[in-house]
């Protein structure tokens, strides 16, 4: 990696006019403790930028001022970057309609167009003056870099940030590479991604040493510093339903609806008797969301178990059954999930037709009895024995069908909390 560069990303750094004051390089002997009047020791990004000053990747002003919230234009990032990284090239370089040849950012912007880190527009332009969110700081890093993000999938990593739904659809898959590689940082807080937000001269300092990190050019910061705290952790990779970092204490609200399947690829139906308690699990059939960001991925596995439930009408009892869950599984974690389906009631043989007894259903043991009774000619493939023996003395002579897909959205009756 070349840390040597001309002075381009110095006077990049500036992030204010070509009139203005221009950073400068220190000499030799001060670079290794660099000092600037306007970053305190407390400043959360300190340790970002003494390292790159250390290198001479970014540079303060004639002043001894590093005006870290400075915002950062596109051609002034170009410049870091060439600074930073020594990329190999992988495409042709033709020009940008709004960068003319004496442009001072040329250099800088050819090279991280050539090195894959930035492009332009649809309309041929660079926009070098525009000021760069951090969208777009994020998925060139990722881009140059040549990281793809990793299983389960994008929409997975990206789960962690509660204003996901905020990153452009463009963006996504660089973004979560760059998350699953620790490039991320985010302040103030390590929750929000904050995709539109202006990249300042603490950002982009931030995030080119995570991205050297990566890259096995820096040492990652010491455990100790404070900065630590905004450092987007990259996590194990796992299965569907995995959330990379469920986010503490964040809130479900009660009377969220869960859309809910059969586990795994199966399209089939329950068949019990009202009075049994019957477990059996389901998989979150649809993300659900909260202010645009995923809290329970689809995938995800409910326990709990069909339970009967009296319902008086006059002098008539009936017995019914509805869904109660447990526990919902994210990833390796259990949380208690208080959620139930509405009621479902008891079908006989007069109202049940023998159609609806396919290869779908998967009846209890006691359900199977009542079906042999009701059907003696359906097939083993149902009953799971010969149908030609005789059917057992009953207790009961009713069945309750139920179709997760289309039967059984779960409501929850209380809020649930991650991190709980």
Avoid: C, H
């Avoid at 139906?269 to 979150?284: D, F, G, K, M, Q």
């Amino acid at each position: 990696m070349n840390f040597s560069r001309p002075s381009t990303a110095l006077f990049a750094l500036a992030g204010l006019t070509a009139a203005a004051s221009l950073p400068v390089i220190q000499p030799a002997a001060m670079a290794q403790t660099p000092q600037f009047s306007d970053v305190e020791l407390s400043f959360w990004a300190r340790p970002f930028i003494e390292k790159l000053a250390e290198r001479n990747i970014i540079a303060g002003f004639p002043d001894g001022t590093f005006k870290p919230n400075a915002p950062v234009t596109r051609a002034q990032f170009a410049a870091i970057l060439r600074q930073a990284f020594d990329q190999n090239r992988v495409r042709e370089y033709r020009g940008f309609n709004d960068v003319s040849s004496s442009f001072w950012g040329v250099p800088a912007i050819k090279e991280a167009y050539e090195t894959g880190f930035m492009s332009g527009y649809t309309d041929g332009s660079f926009l070098p003056n525009q000021q760069i969110p951090k969208v777009q700081a994020v998925v060139s890093l990722a881009s140059g870099l040549e990281l793809s993000p990793e299983a389960p999938s994008v929409n997975a990593s990206l789960n962690r940030y509660r204003d996901a739904g905020q990153i452009p659809e463009y963006a996504r898959p660089g973004v979560a590479a760059a998350t699953q590689n620790g490039i991320v940082v985010n302040y103030p807080n390590v929750n929000y991604f904050n995709p539109n937000q202006v990249t300042t001269r603490a950002d982009v300092a931030a995030l080119v040493y995570q991205a050297l990190v990566d890259q096995g050019d820096l040492e990652p910061l010491a455990a100790s510093l404070r900065a630590n705290q905004y450092l987007v952790r990259a996590e194990p990779q796992g299965s569907v339903g995995e959330t990379p970092n469920p986010l503490p204490g964040s809130m479900v609200r009660a009377g969220t609806r869960i859309q809910v399947s059969a586990p795994g690829e199966e399209s089939i139906r329950y068949a019990i008797v009202p009075s049994e308690v019957y477990a059996t699990n389901l998989e979150v059939a649809e993300d659900i969301m909260m202010d645009g960001t995923v809290m329970i991925p689809k995938g995800s596995i409910i326990r709990g178990a069909f339970r009967p439930t009296q319902i008086q009408s006059g002098t008539t009892q009936t017995v019914a059954t509805r869904y109660v869950a447990d526990s919902v599984t994210i990833g390796n974690r259990v949380y208690p999930l208080n959620a139930s389906s509405s009621l479902r009631l008891p079908v006989t043989q007069n109202e049940l037709e023998e159609t609806e007894v396919d290869a779908q259903v998967k009846p209890s043991d006691a359900a199977r009895s009542v079906l042999r009774a009701l059907f003696p000619n359906l097939g083993s493939a149902i009953f799971g024995e010969d149908p030609a023996q005789a059917p057992a003395a009953l207790e009961e002579s009713a069945v309750i069908i139920i179709d997760p897909e289309e039967d059984l959205d779960l409501t929850l009756q209380s809020g649930f909390r991650m991190g709980a």
